[in-house]
């Protein structure tokens, strides 16, 4: 029962002595107890986690527990990213991340499934097995954050992190019916992650609340001297943008004519109403094609994935080559490819280029609109087994997403509609400028408190 | 337009070479479709005009990020921590596997 609590009540809970450690483990221990076996959230739980989290009760954190994707390098605790490869892996030393989250008082509670290498949009790539959507045990949770986002909507965690590259935190958020943000490049040290994207991979938050994800996003943020790509940005306090609403503001709804999503526009279009009742104009405009982002980070990926994944030789740590599965052999192989002499200004430079036109169409639709709004994924979570021979899977269930993490914005999925037949979520994607989480948080809180797609939230609702 | 070059089974093999990834036949056919597939799909950006277009290696601006060059004991490893995870060490070593053949 306590493991439904979001961020915000379990910290406030604690802290008011109206609940203890204990019977918060606990909940949560049941819940993972229950439930792990069939969904296959957790790769590795930690041992005895409410031991330390007693002492924790006046960090700002409280010492609540948080499921931890099984990218980010946590000292002592085995670390795999979901691949064989490191399947004996046990780092002896701790992520950035990690550690802010520690300092502020989070506890890892485990470890959670992922596309192994974060290669994917399903899950279905780790070599652990793949993790079931629990809204639906039938379909995939999405991914690659999928243990992540599925850890949050079963209540096996009080909330999570997960990473994104191009829409591994959003698309899985969106499919599992939960919030999740992807914070603007640069604002979330990588040191510590398993690298597979270096120039677009982003650490961040999958709550079950916008406000939860604002709580988790002022710990886990902030320049760091072991990552020079971070930005010397002030870190405001993100949880005072939540309750402040939207009149005034000018949303752009981008994508709503884009073929094969007429299914899904016919329900969004409705939802995007909510924002002129709440005081906000809204304005369906035009944004560059995001077809061409398929191929730019398909592109880009591979090639910087084919350079990060040359380090694993089994010397130092790990199992050697042979260990890779299908997709990781096939990335590694095209990158490989398409960077090898005569064919990089084919294909890198050209990519790199056009990557350059989405960020310019960026900068021109943000002199107008303070925030850009479309559906998170062309459709509902996928049945399992849907990656079966589709090379380019998780590039087409990401098509709304890769042009804006190309460009570095900061985006927030939340959900947006529930079908009541297959109890499967829609999620709404909200991008700012460059270091404008504070917009997209604002923005997502108004819509989350104005309607009754947020399980969390509703439940909340009905008890007052 | 240029046209997608066709991926031959021996150059799926070089490029396992260049990447040190062991594979069988099965796998070097399944490969081949898979990189037709996706060269295919990406080949669509010959269509985009990007001429006078400057690429865009990162996308923060930060230019020149330095700090002072401190060590820093607490982020060292011990030996023992540096070899704790390696599968092979010899004298506080890590055993690498030969690649000069002898003669």
């Known amino acids: ?464 | 337009m240029k046209k997608t070059p066709n991926i031959t089974k021996k150059q799926i093999q070089h490029i396992a070479n260049l990447a040190n990834i062991p594979i069988t036949q099965t796998e070097q056919k399944k490969l081949q479709t898979a990189f037709e597939e996706t060269l295919n799909t990406i080949a669509e950006l010959q269509s985009v005009d990007i001429s006078n277009v400057e690429p865009t290696h990162q996308v923060t601006g930060l230019t020149n990020i330095l700090r002072e060059d401190i060590v820093n004991i607490d982020n060292m490893f011990t030996q023992k921590q540096a070899l704790a995870n390696a599968k092979q060490t010899h004298n506080g070593y890590f055993v690498v596997p030969r690649i000069i053949e002898e003669k």
Not at chain 1, 336 to 365: F, H, P
Not at chain 1, 392 to 417: K, N, Q, T, V
């Open chain 1, 1 to 464: 029962m306590h493991n439904t609590l979001t961020l915000k009540q379990a910290i406030s809970k604690l802290k008011n002595k109206e609940l203890t450690h204990k019977d918060l483990y606990q909940a949560v221990s049941d819940s993972v107890q229950g439930k792990n076996k069939k969904l296959n959230v957790y790769l590795t739980v930690s041992k005895n986690p409410e031991k330390q989290a007693e002492e924790l009760l006046d960090t700002p954190l409280a010492g609540v527990p948080i499921a931890v994707k099984d990218n980010f390098c946590t000292l002592n605790l085995r670390t795999t990213a979901s691949s064989t490869v490191l399947d004996n892996f046990i780092p002896q030393f701790e992520s950035t991340v990690i550690t802010k989250l520690k300092k502020a008082g989070g506890v890892v509670y485990g470890k959670t499934n992922m596309d192994a290498w974060a290669h994917g949009s399903s899950t279905e790539t780790s070599q652990y097995g793949r993790t079931l959507n629990p809204r639906n045990i039938d379909h995939l949770p999405g991914g690659s954050s999928g243990g992540s986002a599925a850890a949050v909507a079963a209540d096996m965690c009080i909330a999570a992190l997960g990473t994104e590259t191009a829409g591994s935190i959003r698309q899985p958020a969106a499919w599992c019916g939960v919030v999740g943000l992807k914070p603007t490049y640069g604002r979330c040290s990588r040191y510590g992650v398993v690298a597979m994207a270096s120039s677009t991979d982003s650490p961040g938050p999958i709550t079950k609340t916008v406000e939860d994800a604002a709580i988790l996003l002022n710990h886990i943020a902030g320049p760091d001297k072991y990552d020079a790509t971070t930005g010397p940005h002030g870190v405001p306090d993100f949880t005072q943008y939540i309750g402040k609403g939207v009149k005034g503001l000018k949303i752009g709804y981008i994508y709503k004519d884009l073929k094969g999503l007429e299914a899904v526009t016919k329900i969004f279009e409705k939802e995007m109403k909510v924002f002129e009742k709440l005081g906000a104009t809204v304005t369906v405009v035009d944004a560059m094609n995001p077809r061409y982002g398929i191929s730019v980070y398909t592109i880009v990926q591979r090639g910087e994935v084919s350079s990060n994944l040359g380090r694993y030789d089994g010397i130092r740590y790990g199992n050697d080559r042979s260990h890779f599965g299908d997709e990781a052999k096939r990335r590694i192989m095209l990158g490989t490819y398409t960077l090898s002499k005569g064919y990089a200004d084919q294909y890198y430079n050209t990519a790199q280029k056009v990557r350059t036109l989405y960020i310019k169409n960026y900068e021109e639709l943000f002199k107008t609109y303070d925030v850009l709004i479309a559906p998170t994924s062309p459709g509902f979570a996928k049945k399992i087994g849907a990656t079966q021979g589709a090379a380019m899977f998780g590039e087409l269930e990401d098509l709304l997403l890769e042009a804006s993490s190309l460009s570095g914005l900061p985006g927030i999925s939340i959900p947006c509609y529930q079908d009541p037949k297959t109890n499967l979520f829609l999620g709404m994607n909200i991008i700012a400028p460059m270091w404008r989480e504070d917009l997209v948080i604002q923005v997502a809180d108004a819509y989350e408190q104005a309607t009754n797609w947020n399980t969390w939230r509703t439940k909340e609702k009905a008890k007052k």
